[in-house]
């Protein structure tokens, strides 16, 4: 399957919109609002594309210092399983990450284990701490959790690299 990897700025309605049923599809209703996919100076969205509609979005988070933060990755079901989270990544580690910087992100634990745990680790990031239940206050109530059973059972784990 041929996916075009594009780095572009989100300006589009409809782009937003495609990104957002993405979004939705993944991490459930409102998880995502449409001002989120509107980059500031210190934000990159790096977009996976395949035959010109969207099926994946990778948000970087420049932080103050040298930090950098892997706010979100998406990609379509029905694209997942075909590199193109890891080509995600990788685009943004060859075009736009300095060594100087170190780099995390939070990854959901949930029953059926630690989601994205193998495309950090390919990365070079490591799990470091267990965050616990960071986002039960707002399950179900800023946002509609696709794993939600009677109560929040998902954790944050933080995965980091640090710089070279």
């Known amino acids: 399957m041929e996916t075009e990897i594009?780095?572009?700025?989100?300006?589009?309605?409809?782009?937003?919109?495609?990104?957002?049923?993405?979004s939705k599809s993944l991490f459930g209703s409102n998880y995502h609002e449409y001002h989120y996919f509107k980059c500031t100076t210190?934000?990159?969205i790096i977009t996976a594309r395949f035959k010109?509609?969207?099926?994946?979005?990778?948000k970087i988070i420049f932080e103050k210092g040298n930090s950098v933060k892997i706010d979100c990755i998406g990609v379509s079901k029905n694209f997942q399983r075909k590199e193109i989270a890891?080509?995600?990544?990788?685009?943004?580690f060859q075009n736009h990450h300095s060594q100087t910087n170190g780099i995390y992100a939070l990854a959901w634990k949930t029953s059926s284990g630690i989601h994205a745990k193998k495309l950090f680790q390919k990365f070079e990031m490591k799990a470091v701490k267990n965050l616990g239940q960071i986002w039960k206050n707002k399950c179900?109530?800023?946002?509609?959790?696709?794993?939600?059973?009677?109560?929040?059972?998902?954790?944050?784990?933080?995965f980091k690299r640090d710089s070279i």
């Open 42 to 44: 210190n934000e990159l």
């Open 86 to 92: 890891s080509n995600l990544l990788y685009h943004y």
């Open 140 to 158: 179900n109530i800023d946002f509609q959790c696709p794993y939600k059973l009677n109560t929040c059972n998902c954790e944050a784990i933080l």
């Open 6 to 22: 594009a780095f572009m700025e989100i300006s589009h309605p409809q782009q937003i919109e495609e990104l957002l049923s993405v």
């Open 52 to 58: 010109s509609k969207f099926v994946g979005f990778l």
